[in-house]
Nanobody
Framework: VQLQASGGGLVQAGGSLRLSCAASGHSFSRYAVAWFRQAPGNEREFVAA????????EYAADVKGGFTISRENDKKMVYLQMNSLKPEDTALYYCAAKPTILTASILGQYNYWGQGTLVTVSS
């Protein structure tokens, strides 16, 4: 499966953005998909994930309540709605996929990666 992330941009603190991850290839609905992010000088970190079942979601503690992950399998799309953005949310955001049922927060468990989309939150 190939992944293409988009939707990043510049937003003021308190604002919102919706990131999109478009997939190509077969059987996308069988993949769990996650968002990771990497700020300058930092390691890539887990943000959110969604399993094959749309109610199976997982969030990093610092985004829970402010970010929402969702998917539309018929369109082969996964979204990350980000509300109440903070300057510390500034990073390159990546989507990733793995051919299993359940979510995971471990970077190394994901087989497929898209290119990043840059989110910049100004104070």
């Amino acid at each position: 499966v190939q992944l293409q992330a988009s939707g990043g941009g510049l937003v003021q603190a308190g604002g919102s953005l919706r990131l999109s991850c478009a997939a190509s290839g077969h059987s996308f609905s069988r993949y769990a998909v996650a968002w990771f992010r990497q700020a300058p000088g930092n390691e890539r970190e887990f943000v959110a994930a969604i399993g094959r079942a749309v109610l199976n979601t997982e969030y990093a503690a610092d985004v829970k309540g402010g970010f929402t992950i969702s998917r539309e399998n018929d369109k082969k799309m996964v979204y990350l709605q980000m509300n109440s953005l903070k300057p510390e949310d500034t990073a390159l955001y990546y989507c990733a996929a793995k051919p299993t049922i359940l979510t995971a927060s471990i970077l190394g468990q994901y087989n497929y990666w898209g290119q990043g989309t840059l989110v910049t939150v100004s104070s």
